[in-house]
């Protein structure tokens, strides 16, 4: 019998070490983290901080600097405006002048306390109040100027009043020669205008009296038969012209030459029939001095002896029915007149 083996020893299983603890670590290196963080914060807030101070530090100079700019300005500003204010006449051209002045300075003011707000250069802002203060003196300077001349102006003008009071004196004097003059004068003019009244007068009654009557004063209408002669008619329709003849009336007081008659032709309606490019124009009625159209005119010589004229009036257009009045004029008075009526 086989001897049995003894049973070997089992081989012991070796106990794992222990795991580190991970979530304790984890705290650690966040804490570690956040402490690092804080840190910076406060470096950065005790940065901040001291900025912060150096900033409320400059503004608090930088403010005790506008106050006292702002002061320098409003104390220069006030003592210009006074000074002007006492310069102040009764003369209101130079009051103007001040009011002119003072705004002027205001406005200069004004400008000078925006910039000091607006934090600019001291340098420059005092420069500009010491602009002021030269403005302010050349103002005075030019009032001073104003108010010397103005008093020799009146010195010159108590002068000139002295000089006035003795020249109207003499020109009171004057005038009372002159007054005694003018009225020998009107009494000289009222009796040449009389005078001329009167030639004027005797002048339009001997031209009126030497005025040419006229007689046998005729106007017909007309038209041309194909033979080219002309025959009267009487139907409007049918005429194409109207005819005037007369002759003139010796009369001895008008003296040889020219003399010009005009001849009127008014339509029914009382119109001067009147074409220019006709030889129609303007004369001047010598009884009424009014301007009247004429419709034709023409010259003779006299010679105190009888003259037979003729007129011819062809406007190249239809008449109208109704009375046509004729008038004929010499020197400007009625010669005579007669009528035409067209059926």
């Known amino acids: 019998m086989t001897p049995s083996q003894p049973s070997p020893k089992p081989t012991p299983t070796p106990t794992p070490a222990p795991k580190p603890d991970n979530s304790k670590q984890r705290i650690i290196a966040i804490a570690a983290v956040v402490i690092v963080a804080l840190l910076a914060v406060n470096a950065w807030l005790l940065f901040k901080y001291t900025q912060a101070d150096k900033t409320a530090d400059t503004l608090t100079t930088q403010l005790d600097e506008s106050t006292k700019l702002q002061e320098e300005l409003n104390d220069q500003y006030y003592a210009a405006r006074a000074e002007l204010e006492s310069m102040r006449t ?20 004004d400008r000078i306390a925006s910039l000091i707000r607006q934090g600019g250069d001291a340098s420059s802002a005092r420069a500009e109040i010491a602009r002021l203060k030269e403005q302010a003196n050349s103002y005075l300077a030019e009032l001073n100027q104003l108010r010397e001349q103005n008093a020799l102006l009146a010195d010159e003008n108590q002068s000139l009043t002295q000089q006035r009071d003795g020249l109207q004196n003499d020109l009171s004097a004057q005038q009372e020669v002159n007054d005694n003059l003018n009225q020998e004068r009107a ?26 009557k006229v007689a046998g004063l005729e106007a017909v209408g007309q038209k041309m038969r194909r033979s080219g002669k002309f025959v009267t008619r009487r139907d409007a329709a049918n005429v194409e012209r109207i005819a005037i003849t007369f002759s003139t009336i010796v009369n001895e007081i008008a003296e040889p030459g020219t003399e010009e008659f005009v001849v009127r032709i008014l339509n029914p309606q009382g119109e001067t029939l009147a074409v220019d490019q006709l030889g129609s124009g303007v004369f001047t009625n010598q009884s009424t001095g009014e301007a009247m159209r ?39 008075y009625l010669a005579g007149s007669t009528s035409l009526r067209l059926k």
Do not use: C, H
């Not at 009494?187 to 040419?212: D, F, G, M």
């Not at 006299?302 to 190249?316: A, C, I, K, M, Q």
């Open 90 to 109: 009764e003369n209101d051209e130079m009051n103007t002048l001040i009011a002119q002045q003072q705004e002027e300075l205001k406005d200069a003011k």
């Open 187 to 212: 009494l000289l003019v009222s009796e040449r205008e009389q005078l001329t009244n009167t030639n004027s007068n005797l002048s339009r009654k001997v031209s009126q009296a030497s005025t040419i």
């Open 294 to 332: 004429y419709t034709l005119k023409d010259d003779i010589m006299y010679d105190r002896s009888e003259n037979t004229l003729g007129f011819v009036w062809n406007p190249g257009q239809q008449f109208a029915e109704g009375n046509y009045t004729i008038e004929v004029y010499n020197k400007g």
